[in-house]
């Protein structure tokens, strides 16, 4: 748990004695959205720090910037504050949040930085395996780091879906939520995408068979 | 078969786990800053470094760097067989297979452009100004009647010209864009492959319709992933060529298109007759001393209170502010030597017409004349000729009038 939380979660035991918290002892979200509706910043910014790891990491796996992640993730986080007035209660906090940071990075592929990231994946499909930024040493993240290579050759809708169901370990719920898709469209697109997936890693990714990927 | 159903995917989820992302950054702090600061519009010193920034810095590095690949010869060898609609090249053929040829360019090896350049890169800005910073008149759509003003406007600098990128977003949808609309003065912009692609017209011009998704061509480049994903409509008039984005069906997107009217709306018939104008009072406002009592410029009244006043018109027309003028305000007590930036922020309200509000943040400037003593000095630009409120706001002393701006 971090500072933040720490924090919002001493507020709330002041204010509101033993309230009605999770097992795991963290604030449920509803509790921090219905704060930070009323103005709490520090509600607010537990709940930035609760989801910014996979907020980030599906903003990265979408752009393959960190520097675009990070900008998309407080753009993500200011836009959802400003509207949580569209946030169903009900409703899972997580999904919702991450579906904000799937459509603007959508967004920035589409409007100006298109051209940069146009750019920065031609370079990414020029023979240049052997440099691999993370994880040099290690076998496993080797292989992940390939694999994501060959994900990156699927249709952009193909990509989506793997990133979400097989590198984020978001359920098929979570995913249609994130995706803005019907849940049968996310099972569809599962099985295109890894059959598609499994022909460029035939074809393309021999390194891969150590993985029983081939 | 039981493999590749069962088995496979779940490898596929364990090889994926030890995929290793770059930290996660902590923006808490910045979005509880960007939130806090939102009413807040930074002056321009600050937007150029904004961290935001960095990626249309990166983006212009981009298009320097494609502005000179279409000179070498082979590059532009392998650009032919292309429909040219305006600034936009349309190819005909798919795209190449081989990869981009050896030594291409890389960004980390291309050396950076011009600080000058730079500095005048693609930034979030109003309607009013990104009119005021380029060369062409900017249209906006007039259909469907409800869509109103862009929720964001960029200028964007191209090889040869500029570009302006408006932004309609999904109301109900945060994050969703509605409708992108670039407007593009430049001799090449950037071509595409379609997947689908049909001619049609746009008031009598020539124009393409790009549906689903498509690859982007970088103006030279020989190789290029699908980044498109919404229908395009391009087209052009004059020497501006059009780009609408959208998600919705051609018909519609060529009626939003014939629709495009001049952002400055002239003003209406009558204008000067229906706007409330300031003009001189029955009793004027006499400034305390040192201040002269009377207006020491001809064809100007003082207005205000003793917490903030004004010099105005006494026509109540002041058509500099269509191009640019300075406004001197007036406060008992101010001396410019020791406050010499006043906490003086100024808004104006265009009361006719739809016009995004122009703002002149705080702090200003001083001023000093042995004519009017001590002044606190701001500007404005850029206002579409019509009828305009104009707020000063010193720590909380507010004083507003309305001026017509027209010839």
Not at chain 1, 127 to 147: H, N, T
Not at chain 2, 197 to 211: D, F, K, P, Y
Request: with cysteine.
């Amino acid at each position: 748990m971090d500072h933040s939380e720490e924090r919002v979660s001493e507020l709330t035991h002041q204010e509101h004695g033993a309230s009605h918290h999770p097992a795991d002892g963290r604030i449920p979200d509803s509790e921090l959205v219905a704060r930070a509706g009323r103005g709490d910043q520090n509600a607010w910014e537990a709940v930035v720090r609760r989801y910014q790891e996979p907020a980030f990491r599906l903003a990265y796996l979408f752009l393959g910037d960190a520097a675009e992640a990070e900008d998309i993730i407080q753009d993500a986080y200011v836009r959802a504050f400003l509207r949580l007035d569209a946030y169903d209660g009900e409703r899972p906090l997580r999904p919702w949040l991450l579906r904000i940071v799937a459509n603007l990075a959508r967004n920035r592929r589409r409007a100006l930085g298109r051209y940069l990231a146009a750019l920065r994946r031609l370079f990414a499909l020029t023979p240049r395996s052997v440099d691999v930024p993370y994880g040099r040493d290690s076998q496993a993240q080797w292989e992940a780091q390939r694999l994501r290579e060959a994900v990156g050759r699927l249709s952009r809708a193909g990509q989506e879906v793997v990133y979400c169901r097989y590198f984020l370990d978001l359920s098929e719920a979570e995913t249609a939520e994130v995706l803005g898709i019907a849940p049968g469209t996310v099972k569809s697109r599962t099985h295109r995408a890894l059959k598609q997936l499994r022909a460029v890693i035939e074809k393309e990714f021999p390194g891969l068979r150590a993985a029983r990927l081939e | 078969m039981k493999e590749y159903e069962e088995v496979w995917p779940q490898r596929l989820k364990e090889v994926a786990s030890a995929f290793t992302y770059p930290p996660t950054p902590d923006v808490a702090a910045e979005v509880r800053r960007r939130l806090a600061g939102r009413a807040v519009h930074p002056p321009p010193a600050v937007m150029l470094w904004h961290p935001r920034m960095r990626w249309a810095w990166l983006v212009a590095a981009v298009l320097l760097t494609l502005a000179g690949l279409i000179l070498v010869p082979q590059v532009r060898a392998a650009v032919r067989d292309f429909l040219q609609i305006g600034a936009v090249r349309i190819f005909e053929q798919p795209l190449p297979e081989q990869p981009a040829a050896a030594g291409t360019p890389t960004l980390a090896s291309e050396p950076a452009p011009a600080r000058e350049t730079l500095l005048a890169l693609a930034a979030e800005t109003t309607l009013a100004g990104a009119q005021a910073d380029v060369d062409f008149a900017l249209l906006l759509p007039t259909h469907p009647a409800d869509l109103g003003r862009p929720d964001q406007v960029f200028v964007q600098p191209v090889p040869g010209g500029q570009a302006v990128i408006m932004i309609w977003l999904e109301p109900h949808s945060p994050g969703d864009v509605k409708l992108a609309l670039y407007q593009i003065r430049a001799p090449a912009y950037a071509g595409k492959y379609p997947a689908t692609m049909h001619e049609t017209a746009v008031n009598g011009h020539r124009a393409v319709w790009l549906e689903g998704g498509h690859l982007l061509h970088l103006a030279g480049m020989v190789q290029a992933p699908l980044v498109v994903e919404g229908n395009v409509l391009v087209w052009s008039a004059g020497d501006v060529t059009y780009r609408l984005e959208s998600a919705l069906p051609p018909v519609e997107a060529v009626r939003i298109a014939e629709s495009l009217a001049v952002l400055s709306e002239p003003a209406p018939d009558g204008g000067f007759e229906n706007c409330p104008v300031t003009l001189t009072p029955d009793s004027p406002f006499t400034p305390p001393e040192p201040y002269p009592p009377d207006n020491p410029y001809t064809g100007r009244f003082w207005y205000g209170t003793e917490a903030l006043w004004v010099s105005l018109p006494t026509t109540g027309g002041w058509p500099q502010l269509a191009y640019g003028d300075k406004l001197f305000w007036w406060r008992d007590g101010y001396n410019g030597s020791e406050e010499q930036r006043p906490e003086l922020a100024v808004t104006a309200r265009r009361l006719d017409a739809p016009a995004p509000v122009v703002k002149r943040g705080a702090p200003a400037t001083n001023a000093y004349h042995p004519d009017f003593h001590w002044a606190m000095l701001t500007g404005l630009s850029a206002l579409t000729p019509g009828c305009w409120e104009i707020t000063g706001d010193y720590q909380g002393h507010q004083l507003s009038f309305v001026v017509w701006v027209a010839p």
